[in-house]
């Protein structure tokens, strides 16, 4: 079975500061991957999504995340952190052709002025 | 553009009361539909997707139940709402598999079970 982890329930970072925020996955073959932002009282909307080829994908505002086989992780990056970026991110992972997809637990982002 | 519409944003309701939330998608013919659960605080939880009128697949049950009576249209219900029910409800939809595409989530309804 498919799974994800968000290690860090939150992060706070510096507004202006660099930011990663982490996600292992656990699924046998090559996984669907996708990070989602949630701002308060919100639907979710997709920041990126990565299914092969290069594995640093380019995503909106500036995100950008990094696929590694060898350790099962898709972590999302951002250069410079702005204060509207404090939300809760999700990781998510889904298979060829299915229509489960698993979502992490999320990371709740504060971002200090 | 497509748009997605959830009602309603909020209820209070008792325990053993029925339920029924909707969700209408706007502007995309034949979309896959989906229905998520939020616990406060909590990440998201499939419920169902349907892929074609008439037809709802089931994920995880939570003693509701889900139907499509339109290509446009998904509803949410049960008869008796537990206090577990409370939540953040949320619609999505995309085109073919979720899998591969993106999802496009509603606003939300905020359930409270009292």
């Known amino acids: 079975a498919q799974s994800v982890t968000q290690p860090d329930a939150r992060v706070t970072v510096s507004e202006g500061a660099s930011l990663q925020l982490r996600c292992k996955y656990s699924y046998s073959a090559t996984p669907y991957l996708f990070w989602y932002v949630q701002y308060p009282r919100q639907g979710l909307q997709l920041l990126l999504k990565y299914y092969s080829g290069d594995p640093v994908v380019q995503g909106v505002n500036g995100f950008e995340a990094e696929f590694s086989k060898s350790n099962s992780s898709f972590h999302l990056r951002k250069a410079s952190v702005h204060w509207s970026d404090s939300a809760v991110y999700f990781c998510a992972v889904s298979n060829y052709g299915n229509e489960k997809i698993t979502f992490g637990a999320g990371t709740k982002l504060t971002i200090k002025p | 553009a497509q748009t997605i519409h959830q009602w309603p944003v909020a209820e209070i309701k008792a325990v053993g009361s029925p339920l029924s939330l909707g969700c209408t998608i706007k502007?995309?013919?034949?979309?896959?539909l989906y229905w998520y659960w939020q616990a406060t605080g909590g990440t998201l939880q499939q419920l169902f997707y349907s892929i074609t009128v008439g037809q709802v697949e089931s994920v995880v049950q939570l003693n509701l139940s889900a139907s499509r009576p339109k290509d446009d249209q998904f509803i949410l219900s049960t008869e008796k709402l537990l206090l577990s029910h409370s939540g953040f409800y949320l619609c999505?939809?995309?085109?073919?598999?979720?899998?591969?595409?993106?999802?496009?989530f509603g606003a939300g309804t905020r359930l409270s079970v009292l």
């Open positions: 999505a939809w995309s085109l073919l598999w979720a899998s591969q595409n993106t999802l496009y």
């Open positions: 502007g995309k013919s034949s979309p896959n």
